[in-house]
């Protein structure tokens, strides 16, 4: 029995299972078995009742330190659904409208061929600006404000509303900026005093200092001898730079072409869009990379949640029960706005209006294939929500995978899920 009341399973993992959900439990403790683990937590709500939560493993590799019931972690573009919902919560109370002109909230943003850019272009990654054109520095990490102008000064690397491409952290400074012009608060300060803190959740968007020095530290994954899973293809996470490319017949996928090579081929340039999206501002910079004070407690609005899983898990179990968003409008603002190829990430992705919806990018099991909504996050943790089918569930970890979706260990716990219900 653990200290807080929690079994024990295997490879020192602990928590509650209800019985239905015995096979989440034996996937979750092979990942640690086969050493896909060093730390991890899954939790799942059904119909509101918490039937899932696990946890094990090492939340720091230095130190040895335990990962234990309410140790949170960074979950980088998980934060982006966060982030999503704020802005409905300021649509549903009439301060904010998706379908106008970002200009009429932050003038300044009418710039080099934005003028008729719709916040909806910034909600579902349409707008042309996935990556800043130039490095930020360090000491303007905390200050999105200067951050969103630098994008406002940008052209667009395509026609806005013509496609779209993952703005991996241009997102978030462009829809934080949005929403701060709307309500005068930051995403941070709107989600803890109306979603976090009246829940009771353990999501923070922005670490403060305690949470910060509890959280699990983020370790880089080992690098496969060779490619293993084709849709999870290699790419740099911000704690590393991209290597010098592999040789041709070692990239995963049918070659030259085809998306998953391409994506492959991409993460391994350093001048590529995917890595330019990716890698400015340049957090590798920072001494422990994510895992710098800086980063966890500067919010940003597109990977700066710190959360753990049953707190993540929480956010979306609110969100299905409607406690968060009216049904309606969220049941808007999931539905896909864009589907297929990716421009940044050439493989297929989905997004309603913030939310992934299930691509290439958001891999959900069949039975959730039209119902399931939510956000990965860069090295493998998934927040995800289902109203037909009563779920919310969150994967956090701190080993990060090798790929820019992650790998299959959220995948395969989310099957277990699906495959256990009724």
């Given at each position: 029995?653990?200290?807080?009341?929690?079994?024990?399973?295997?490879?020192?993992?602990?928590?509650?299972?209800?019985?239905?959900?015995?096979?989440?439990?034996?996937?979750?403790?092979?990942?640690?078995?086969?050493?896909?683990?060093?730390?991890?937590?899954?939790?799942?709500?059904?119909?509101?009742?918490?039937?899932?939560?696990?946890?094990?493993?090492?939340?720091d590799r230095r130190s040895g330190r335990a990962w234990e019931r309410d140790t949170?972690?960074?979950?980088?573009?998980?934060?982006?659904?966060?982030?999503?919902?704020?802005?409905?919560?300021?649509?549903?109370?009439?301060?904010?409208?998706?379908?106008?002109?970002?200009?009429?909230?932050?003038?300044?943003?009418?710039?080099?061929?934005?003028?008729?850019?719709?916040?909806?272009?910034?909600?579902?990654?349409?707008?042309?600006?996935?990556?800043?054109?130039?490095?930020?520095?360090?000491?303007?990490?905390?200050?999105?404000?200067?951050?969103?102008?630098?994008?406002?000064?940008?052209?667009?690397?395509?026609?806005?509303?013509?496609?779209?491409?993952?703005?991996?952290?241009?997102?978030?400074?462009?829809?934080?900026?949005?929403?701060?012009?709307?309500?005068?608060?930051?995403?941070?300060?709107?989600?803890?005093?109306?979603?976090?803190?009246?829940?009771?959740?353990?999501?923070?968007?922005?670490?403060?200092?305690?949470?910060?020095?509890?959280?699990?530290?983020?370790?880089?994954?080992?690098?496969?001898?060779?490619?293993?899973?084709?849709?999870?293809?290699?790419?740099?996470?911000?704690?590393?730079?991209?290597?010098?490319?592999?040789?041709?017949?070692?990239?995963?996928?049918?070659?030259?072409?085809?998306?998953?090579?391409?994506?492959?081929?991409?993460?391994?340039?350093?001048?590529?869009?995917?890595?330019?999206?990716?890698?400015?501002?340049?957090?590798?910079?920072?001494?422990?990379?994510?895992?710098?004070?800086?980063?966890?407690?500067?919010?940003?609005?597109?990977?700066?949640?710190?959360?753990?899983?049953?707190?993540?898990?929480?956010?979306?179990?609110?969100?299905?029960?409607?406690?968060?968003?009216?049904?309606?409008?969220?049941?808007?603002?999931?539905?896909?706005?864009?589907?297929?190829?990716?421009?940044?990430?050439?493989?297929?992705?989905?997004?309603?209006?913030?939310?992934?919806?299930?691509?290439?990018?958001?891999?959900?099991?069949?039975?959730?294939?039209?119902?399931?909504?939510?956000?990965?996050?860069?090295?493998?943790?998934?927040?995800?929500?289902?109203?037909?089918?009563g779920l919310g569930l969150a994967y956090t970890m701190n080993r990060m995978?090798?790929?820019?979706?992650?790998?299959?260990?959220?995948?395969?716990?989310?099957?277990?899920?699906?495959?256990?219900?009724?």
């Amino acid at each position: 029995m653990a200290a807080d009341g929690g079994t024990r399973g295997g490879a020192d993992t602990y928590g509650h299972c209800d019985p239905r959900f015995s096979r989440v439990r034996e996937v979750f403790d092979a990942h640690f078995a086969e050493g896909e683990e060093l730390g991890a937590s899954f939790a799942v709500f059904l119909d509101g009742e918490p039937v899932v939560e696990l946890w094990g493993g090492a939340a720091d590799r230095r130190s040895g330190r335990a990962w234990e019931r309410d140790t949170p972690v960074l979950a980088y573009s998980c934060t982006k659904a966060v982030t999503a919902t704020a802005a409905q919560l300021l649509a549903e109370r009439g301060l904010l409208d998706v379908t106008a002109p970002v200009a009429d909230v932050w003038p300044e943003f009418a710039r080099r061929g934005k003028e008729r850019v719709t916040v909806e272009h910034l909600l579902t990654h349409q707008v042309g600006l996935p990556a800043i054109e130039e490095p930020v520095p360090v000491e303007e990490f905390e200050d999105q404000a200067a951050i969103a102008d630098r994008l406002a000064g940008q052209e667009p690397i395509w026609e806005p509303g013509t496609a779209h491409g993952y703005h991996a952290l241009t997102y978030g400074f462009l829809v934080g900026e949005v929403i701060r012009r709307v309500s005068g608060k930051s995403v941070s300060e709107i989600v803890a005093a109306e979603i976090s803190g009246p829940l009771g959740l353990e999501l923070w968007v922005g670490a403060p200092d305690d949470v910060a020095a509890r959280a699990a530290r983020l370790s880089a994954g080992e690098r496969p001898a060779e490619p293993t899973a084709p849709t999870a293809p290699t790419a740099p996470t911000a704690l590393t730079a991209p290597t010098a490319p592999a040789p041709v017949a070692e990239l995963p996928g049918r070659g030259p072409g085809d998306p998953v090579y391409e994506m492959a081929r991409a993460s391994l340039d350093r001048d590529s869009l995917l890595n330019r999206a990716l890698g400015n501002p340049p957090i590798h910079r920072l001494r422990g990379g994510a895992n710098h004070p800086v980063v966890l407690r500067a919010g940003w609005p597109a990977m700066g949640a710190v959360t753990t899983a049953r707190g993540l898990a929480g956010f979306y179990r609110d969100l299905v029960a409607g406690r968060i968003l009216r049904p309606e409008t969220l049941r808007d603002a999931t539905r896909r706005r864009v589907n297929g190829p990716d421009r940044v990430l050439f493989v297929d992705s989905s997004f309603g209006l913030g939310y992934m919806r299930p691509a290439m990018t958001f891999l959900t099991p069949a039975r959730g294939a039209e119902t399931a909504f939510g956000h990965t996050g860069m090295g493998g943790s998934l927040g995800l929500g289902d109203v037909e089918h009563g779920l919310g569930l969150a994967y956090t970890m701190n080993r990060m995978a090798g790929a820019a979706s992650g790998n299959l260990r959220a995948y395969r716990l989310a099957e277990a899920v699906y495959g256990s219900l009724p």
